[in-house]
């Protein structure tokens, strides 16, 4: 297992941090007037989905996460499994819902997605930080109505519900952003 210092640390780095693979937020080093000059990194855990901040002395080495990064692209789902494709070689992966985790919402058909493996098994699939998903319900606009808000509640194709204009109709296909979970615009 190879290490680094934490000087060399940088956001999207992958480190074992008590023995699970993590994604570098942020590192910021830190020189007090006085005492030893330290590293204050914040960490998202890969497997528990836990955003942790640690701090670490200078000259401290932490080990390096051996995890691979594929692009694969959801086909479809059967019950609890969801099925994806790597389209260099045509390998099929299949994941399980517990996986997916809160990106369930995101999961759409025809869309790549980074997929991590680590010790030979899937650990999580990260969307893109943009979709395009349809609305398939949402209360229409009539034309003269007192507007207090100029928002409305409206559900996706996924089952997601978002805030969006009170202009968007049923079979809108909107852009939302997977990590603020917010309507960004209308696709024409």
Not at 86 to 100: A, P, T
Not at 116 to 135: G, H, N, R, S
Request: net charge positive; with cysteine; aromatic share 12%.
């Amino acid at each position: 297992m190879t290490t680094c210092s934490v000087s060399s640390l940088y956001p999207g780095m992958k480190i074992l941090q008590d023995n699970e693979p993590s994604i570098i937020i942020h590192n910021e080093f830190i020189k007090p007037g006085k005492g030893q000059a330290f590293n204050r990194v914040r960490l998202h855990k890969l497997i528990s989905n836990k955003f942790i901040e640690r701090i670490f002395k200078s000259g401290y080495n932490v080990k390096l996460a051996d995890v691979l990064e594929i692009c694969l692209i959801f086909l479809y789902r059967k019950g609890d499994w969801w099925y994806f494709i790597d389209k260099k070689n045509f390998e099929q992966f299949v994941v399980n819902k517990s996986i997916l985790g809160n990106n369930i919402k995101w999961i759409t058909e025809q869309v790549k997605y980074n997929v991590i493996i680590w010790d030979k098994k899937i650990i999580t699939v990260i969307p893109p930080k943009f979709i395009y998903l349809k609305i398939i319900n949402t209360d229409p606009f009539i034309k003269g109505d007192n507007i207090t808000t100029n928002t409305k509640l409206a559900k996706l194709i996924t089952g997601v519900v978002v805030k969006v204009p009170y202009f968007l109709e049923v079979g809108d296909i909107i852009k939302v952003n997977t990590v603020s979970g917010k309507y960004v615009s209308r696709i024409k």
